[in-house]
């Protein structure tokens, strides 16, 4: 019985992975324009104004990298077939590929390389109503967590394996929700009405809780088209690499609270205030 569902499984999942694989070469040239562009950026704000820090791009192309082979390559091919494959494909792309490329702060490196009246235009943007409502933290965590929770609780993953634009869709929005996640709890863009910390915390508690308790069902409930094995380890998967990038995060948060309020008069707080991570 276990064989028949993973071959039907395999079935649809093929169904999906060649009308990928013509689409491969565009999503490489598109990794390959955003590292080129965001690097290109950079040496133009270093050659106009101040020198980007090379930390950042390293993040960048990091991040990059990692949303690249989460989408293309030998581990998102294997990760059509196998769950837990597809669980660490997960990771890459929602939660490790958007805590760097947020590090990277793009955002503020677009302001910077623009002319000025540009950055203003832009600026305005940042503070109209739709992009203040999708900056929320309470919206953040909703499409961050809620997405995972329609994907893996309904039919929507097996359907997902059966039509190509769902599957890009998918994938598409679980990697602009961890982004828009991730900079809205790092909070380190130019962002007018910026979230408190507290609210941010709390956030982030929250999204943690809910993707803790996704796994645990995917564990006690594995979803039909997945073998029980597969879905057992990839739930762990899930729970324990989630925890990586959700200390991660709360760790940086505390840098910025401690930084924010630690005594002035600190011999070391001259030279700490210079080397901008968070």
Aim: with cysteine; aromatic share 12%; charged share 10%.
């Amino acid at each position: 019985m276990s064989g028949g569902k993973e071959n039907h499984m395999n079935h649809h999942h093929d169904n999906v992975l060649l009308p990928l694989a013509e689409y491969e070469i565009l999503f490489v040239l598109a990794f390959v324009l955003s590292l080129v562009a965001y690097s290109s950026a950079a040496l133009v704000s270093s050659r106009r104004r101040k020198p980007w820090p090379l930390f950042r791009i390293v993040c960048w192309g990091i991040g990059t990298f990692c949303a690249m082979v989460a989408i293309i390559g030998p581990l998102a091919h294997r990760a059509h077939g196998d769950f837990v494959t597809h669980m660490w494909s997960h990771w890459l792309l929602a939660m490790l590929a958007p805590l760097l490329m947020a590090m990277a702060k793009p955002v503020a490196l677009l302001l910077q390389m623009v002319p000025t009246h540009w950055a203003q235009h832009l600026f305005l943007l940042l503070k109209s109503w739709p992009l203040r409502f999708l900056r929320h933290p309470a919206t953040a965590v909703l499409l961050h967590t809620g997405g995972l929770w329609i994907v893996y609780t309904t039919p929507f993953y097996a359907a997902m394996y059966e039509n190509t634009a769902l599957y890009l869709f998918v994938h598409l929005h679980m990697f602009l929700a961890g982004y828009l996640f991730t900079a809205v709890i790092l909070a380190i863009e130019p962002m007018p009405n910026r979230p408190s910390f507290t609210l941010r915390v709390a956030a982030l508690i929250t999204a943690s809780a809910a993707h803790a308790v996704l796994a645990k069902y995917i564990y006690a409930h594995p979803p039909k088209t997945i073998p029980v094995e597969q879905a057992k380890a990839g739930a762990m998967v899930m729970y324990y690499s989630g925890d990586v990038i959700d200390i991660s995060l709360m760790i940086i948060l505390f840098a910025q609270w401690y930084r924010a309020n630690r005594p002035r008069a600190l011999p070391f707080a001259a030279d700490a205030a210079k080397r901008e991570f968070f």
